[in-house]
């Protein structure tokens, strides 16, 4: 197992504007480089069970929560890699474990419990998740833009900032390309900084230099609550007919 496959770190999430965004990037120059994806596309895919148990329990805020998700960096074809995600989150420590496949493996896993034999424990901590949450199924489509950076000094920190986020209920396939409501105004960047302990002293001063505070914030938890009002206000119209 790579020590890449396993995360634990503290994650911070803030809404900013556009111009704070380029005004951060040019103070940010010397202390951040783009990481090995620099600026992709990612493509998400979250599971949940037919009362989306797993999202509603997020949303109430617990000590701990947890989601599964398949990501790809671009639209995926049959052979591409894709991280098949399990993500749990324990009094504010995100703990990330994930096994690498390839898009057709990754469907031969969910469907058939095929293995990949390079990620034994992670693919069981899987198995074991799908046997707890029997009925879980492909739920949400989540795609967005992302600009992803790590620090100089201290390769730990991450920042990432994602825009044009859309969703979609239907063609929950990777390989569907990406389209879908979308969940931010044009103007809006939703920027994330990833790291195991406290933040850098230069990266706090410039957060409250341009007033910028953390917002709590879940894409999935956001596309959830905005398709529930969208169905809401389409049974009130029905009703009304």
């Not at 951040?32 to 997020?58: A, M």
């Not at 424990?121 to 799908?130: D, K, S, T, V």
Request: glycine content about 4%; overall charge positive; some cysteine.
């Amino acid at each position: 197992m790579a020590f890449h496959d396993v995360f634990q770190r503290f994650e911070k999430k803030y809404i900013i504007t556009e111009e704070k965004y380029y005004i951060l990037m040019k103070m940010l120059i010397n202390h951040v480089v783009p990481d090995k994806y620099g600026r992709s596309t990612i493509c998400n895919i979250y599971y949940d069970t037919p009362d989306y148990r797993l999202i509603r329990k997020s949303l109430e805020k617990p000590i701990y929560k947890e989601k599964l998700r398949v990501r790809s960096y671009g639209i995926p074809e049959g052979n591409s890699t894709v991280f098949v995600e399990l993500k749990k989150k324990y009094k504010g420590i995100v703990y990330k474990r994930r096994s690498d496949m390839t898009l057709d493996q990754s469907k031969a896993f969910f469907k058939d419990n095929f293995s990949t034999e390079k990620h034994v424990q992670i693919e069981n901590e899987l198995r074991y998740f799908f046997s707890y949450y029997p009925q879980i199924a492909p739920a949400m489509f989540i795609s967005y833009e992302r600009d992803a950076f790590y620090g100089i000094t201290d390769k730990n920190l991450r920042i990432t900032f994602d825009r044009k986020i859309t969703y979609r209920e239907n063609e929950l396939e990777l390989d569907k390309g990406v389209w879908g409501k979308e969940l931010l105004r044009p103007d809006q960047f939703l920027m994330e900084i990833k790291v195991p302990g406290a933040f850098p002293l230069w990266l706090s001063n410039m957060l409250t230099e341009l007033d910028i505070y953390p917002s709590s914030f879940s894409k999935y938890g956001k596309a959830y609550l905005q398709t529930k009002e969208i169905k809401s206000k389409k049974d009130k119209v029905n009703n009304c007919a």
